[in-house]
């Protein structure tokens, strides 16, 4: 199973974004969701995540206030609305599906996510 990203894209500093990741053929009921980035030489780092049953939400420190996510389950859609974008912000943004929870944990750590999309990219630069 890949979920697939999608809205990526170059944005000027200040500008706002909204990644979507689907999921083919796999429905995202019960299963808590979450995003992360990769950015060039650096590690992949949990930047926020959504839980299935009442959508609670948690973010990184550095994207609290600015990124926001949501998820459409009659659309089997999740979001991830980027707002007020800084150059630190430029990677390959990875959306996530965590089949041992429908609840989101504080602490987003990759290795309890299963299945992965290919990501996409999202480049802050003037």
């Known amino acids: 199973v890949q979920l697939v990203e999608s809205g990526g894209g170059l944005v000027q500093p200040g500008g706002s974004l909204r990644p979507s990741c689907a999921a083919p053929?796999?429905?995202?009921?019960?299963?808590?969701v979450a995003w992360f980035r990769q950015a060039p030489g650096k590690e992949r780092e949990g930047v926020s995540c959504i839980s299935y049953s009442d959508s609670t939400a948690y973010y990184a420190d550095s994207v609290k206030g600015r990124f926001t996510i949501s998820r459409d389950n009659a659309q089997n859609t999740v979001y991830l609305q980027l707002n007020s974008l800084k150059p630190e912000d430029t990677a390959i943004y990875y959306c996530?599906?965590?089949?041992?929870?429908?609840?989101?944990?504080?602490?987003?750590?990759?290795?309890?996510?299963?299945?992965w999309g290919q990501g996409t990219r999202v480049t802050v630069s003037s």
């Open positions: 053929g796999f429905t995202l009921d019960y299963y808590a």
């Open positions: 996530a599906a965590n089949l041992l929870r429908s609840r989101c944990q504080s602490h987003i750590t990759p290795h309890e996510y299963s299945y």
